[in-house]
């Protein structure tokens, strides 16, 4: 789909009531970066993936997780979050996450942030 495509719009928009109407499922904003990634719209897919993140926390924190999961899955959202705001050119909000990821997921960004912060 071309992100100039009207039906995205209309997929983006849909995603978005769902999310609003259903505040704590993670899965909506999830969806939503995911699309946003593909037609590259990397910044609005971070703060979609930010989203998620953020849905996962409370869920794994309160226990009302359906996977038991959730707190891996907010994890993957941070650290995919951080590749999206590296490629939209936003190296010190992607710095900013580092801390919050994982070992593996820091060691991987890490490199990234430092040369888009060179260039």
């Not at 995205?8 to 978005?16: G, H, K, N, T």
């Not at 999830?30 to 910044?43: C, E, F, K, M, Y």
């Amino acid at each position: 789909m071309a992100a100039d495509d009207r039906r995205l719009a209309i997929l983006l928009d849909v995603l978005e009531a769902l999310g609003l109407l259903e505040p704590r499922d993670p899965s909506y904003p999830w969806d939503q970066a995911l699309i946003l990634v593909v037609v590259g719209r990397s910044l609005e897919a971070a703060r979609s993936y930010l989203e998620a993140a953020s849905r996962f926390e409370a869920e794994a924190a309160a226990g009302t997780g359906l996977t038991g999961d959730e707190a891996d899955w907010a994890k993957t959202a941070l650290a995919d979050a951080a590749r999206c705001l590296v490629s939209g050119g936003q190296a010190a909000a992607a710095a900013a996450l580092l801390p919050r990821l994982d070992r593996e997921d820091r060691a991987a960004i890490e490199p990234l942030v430092a040369a888009a912060a060179a260039a």
